[in-house]
């Protein structure tokens, strides 16, 4: 798919390239974006999947929880994020309220995101969703499973607690991947999840698995882009910073401040006769 020289892959990144990826066993990467420049930025970067993900709520709109996003926000950042890149693989949450009342919600709801330019949707469960699912794909929209914790649900699962560590829960989440699989998601995200779990779910399933605090051995890993670079503080046990962007933004706008105080910005370089 892509290394740290950038895209090395195909010219536009589809299902099926997912799925050749975890059969030749070559990770691919996928981040969230929600806006036109980190999207591009990430595009530049290589990176296969870009999720638009209901964390635009907690990452971008200020609420507490996932479970604030709207639908109207998922469709006016996926059409930002959509618009804006070619290569990558644009996929879109169905955001909570969307899907779980039934099939004819979520393939509504799906519809309306594939026209705002996703190229697959996500929803979180397990046997529970298969319904949706197979009403989902049977409408022609492709679908990407979600376990373990399930961001959605945060207030029946008691917090932000990891997933399937004892026996039943592993078991569990091993009949919910395959019950996401058969129901025809195309690939499935797993959430805080023990590492060797998500490895025997990705060695069960015959669709690419993507980690979040899942360990090294699913297909892909995905990280919520502010996270990833620095800009959000959270520094959560699963995360790597690989930037640090809160500070290198907070000393340029400190910078700024300072000069316009002194009048040294703008200069006459930076004024019209």
Not at 2 to 21: E, F, Q, Y
């Amino acid at each position: 798919m892509s290394t740290s020289s950038g895209p090395v892959g195909p010219a536009k990144v589809r299902i099926r390239h997912l799925h050749d990826a975890k059969d030749r066993g070559r990770p691919f990467s996928m981040l969230t974006a929600y806006d036109q420049f980190s999207a591009q930025a990430f595009e530049e970067a290589g990176i296969d999947v870009l999720l638009v993900g209901d964390s635009v709520g907690t990452t971008v709109l200020g609420h507490s929880s996932t479970t604030a996003t709207t639908h109207q926000d998922m469709l006016t950042f996926t059409g930002a994020v959509a618009r804006s890149v070619h290569r990558p693989l644009v996929v879109a949450d169905l955001a909570f309220g969307t899907y779980e009342t039934g099939p004819l919600d979520a393939v509504r709801h799906g519809v309306e995101l594939i026209r705002a330019g996703a190229e697959m949707v996500k929803l979180e469960g397990g046997h529970a969703v298969a319904p949706q699912i197979r009403a989902l794909v049977e409408a022609g929209i492709p679908v990407m499973g979600h376990l373990g914790f399930t961001p959605q649900s945060v207030n029946a699962l008691s917090g932000h607690r990891v997933q399937g560590r004892d026996a039943h829960g592993a078991d569990q989440l091993a009949e919910d991947a395959v019950a996401v699989q058969e129901a025809g998601a195309s690939a499935l995200v797993l959430e805080l999840v023990p590492a060797s779990v998500a490895a025997r779910i990705t060695e069960v399933v015959q669709i690419p698995t993507i980690g979040i605090g899942a360990g090294p051995a699913c297909d892909g890993q995905v990280l919520v882009w502010q996270d990833m670079a620095g800009l959000s503080g959270f520094h959560g046990k699963f995360v790597k910073t690989f930037a640090d962007l809160r500070r290198d933004l907070t000393r340029a706008a400190e910078q700024y401040r300072v000069e316009v105080g002194e009048r040294s910005y703008p200069g006459e370089e930076h004024s019209f006769e």
